[in-house]
């Protein structure tokens, strides 16, 4: 049988947490994760990630986890949030493996941020370029699971 890259599932690398823990995004599976690029400028990066701290209840309420990559991690404290974490990525090792997720990953601008949202199976269901995707994202995951189909929004 012939190796093949997985193309639709959580990206399976080991990164570090600001908090300095060790995390594998694919240990989310069985969880909806989404997964949150953060724009490279510091005041859109929070604007967003407070988008999504408004909705905490709701993220807890679905069983939903929010991975927040960022270049500057120091500005973007989410401290008290139990499924919000933050992870440093600087080298974009992990914008790279979700980026490449996407049918044209040559078109993703890491600069403008992205989100991703996957499934409880670990399924990539869809994808947003840019920022402020938080009311789709959402209505998605009121959706029920049975219900989710793979469509990216890309």
Not at 8 to 16: A, K, R, S, Y
Not at 98 to 111: A, C, G, I, Q, V
């Amino acid at each position: 049988m012939a190796s093949t890259d997985l193309k639709f599932g959580i990206p399976d690398l080991e990164l570090c947490c600001a908090s300095g823990a060790k995390l594998n995004p694919a240990s989310f599976a069985g969880h909806e994760l989404i997964a949150l690029f953060c724009p490279i400028d510091v005041a859109k990066s929070a604007q967003e990630i407070a988008a999504y701290r408004q909705h905490s209840v709701e993220l807890v309420k679905r069983d939903a986890w929010l991975l927040t990559f960022a270049d500057h991690c120091d500005d973007l404290s989410v401290d008290g949030d139990e499924r919000v974490l933050t992870i440093p990525d600087p080298e974009k090792r992990a914008w790279v493996a979700f980026r490449n997720l996407t049918t044209h990953p040559e078109e993703m601008d890491r600069s403008s941020g992205a989100t991703f949202l996957f499934t409880r199976g670990g399924g990539l269901h869809r994808y947003w370029h840019g920022a402020g995707h938080v009311d789709e994202v959402l209505s998605e995951l009121r959706v029920p699971s049975s219900q989710h189909r793979h469509q990216p929004a890309g």
